[in-house]
């Protein structure tokens, strides 16, 4: 997949075939935002519920449940909710 200005990787530590990236879009081509994978890369989702998706530039996991997740984005904040699916 290609992917424009990457900014961060996350690895899920429970689940070593779910892997989140983030990055920034450029407005003209490529592919930026909140990504995911469920097959250790072998294909990707955008995650589409995601405000601002175009300037994210980070996710983390929650360490108190898992099955949340934090979103960062570049001059936008944060956002905290559940993880994609």
């Given amino acids: 997949t290609q992917y424009t200005h990457p900014t961060a990787i996350t690895l899920d530590p429970k689940d070593s075939k779910r892997v989140y990236v983030s990055g920034l879009a450029h407005p003209n081509w490529g592919k930026g935002g909140p990504l995911f994978s469920n097959d250790g890369g072998e294909t990707w989702k ?6 601002y998706a175009p300037i994210s530039d980070g996710l ?26």
């Fill in 46 to 51: 955008a995650d589409g519920r995601v405000p």
């Fill in 60 to 85: 983390t996991l929650d360490p108190n449940d898992p099955k949340k997740v934090f979103y960062l984005f570049f001059g936008a904040g944060m956002l905290h909710g559940d993880a994609p699916k």
